[in-house]
Nanobody
Framework: EVQVVESGGGVVQAGGSLRLSCAAS?????????IGWFRRAPGKEREGVSC????????YYTDSVRGRFTVSKDNAKKMVYLEMNNLKPEDTAVYYC???????????????????????WGQGTQVTVSS
């Protein structure tokens, strides 16, 4: 069974940094899995933030975080990280990790990141950025 568990949320001032972690199980990073980061702010729809391919490390970022957030993976530990720098109040949200058996396709990624059809979702971790 594919499972993911997030950790690392917290409260930070604007301009600060946080690193979120996602522990994956039920699959190997040799397989073609996409591990995505999503967020849902109060009163807003879920937004796809970033994604990384478990097999070759190809990455995707939504425009609002590109240049500030970095997604990475540790194959040995089966961990995916989201390093968030220069955080803004509008980054405040519950952040979710998700995994899906999926071969990275750059043309399809924006649509994939809007889809709820992922094999596993984590429980979410709160990130609050104060101004």
């Amino acid at each position: 069974e594919v499972q993911v568990v997030e950790s690392g949320g917290g409260v930070v001032q604007a301009g600060g940094s946080l690193r979120l972690s996602c522990a994956a199980s039920g699959f190997t990073f040799v397989d073609d899995y996409a591990i995505g980061w999503f967020r849902r702010a109060p009163g807003k729809e879920r937004e796809g933030v970033s994604c990384i391919s478990s097999s070759d490390g190809t990455t995707y970022y939504t425009d609002s975080v590109r240049g500030r957030f970095t997604v990475s993976k540790d194959n040995a530990k089966k961990m995916v990280y989201l390093e968030m720098n220069n955080l803004k109040p509008e980054d405040t949200a519950v952040y979710y990790c998700a995994a899906d058996r999926f071969t990275y396709d750059s043309d399809y990624m924006p649509l994939k990141m809007r889809s709820p059809k992922w094999d596993a979702w984590g429980q979410g971790t709160q990130v609050t950025v104060s101004s």
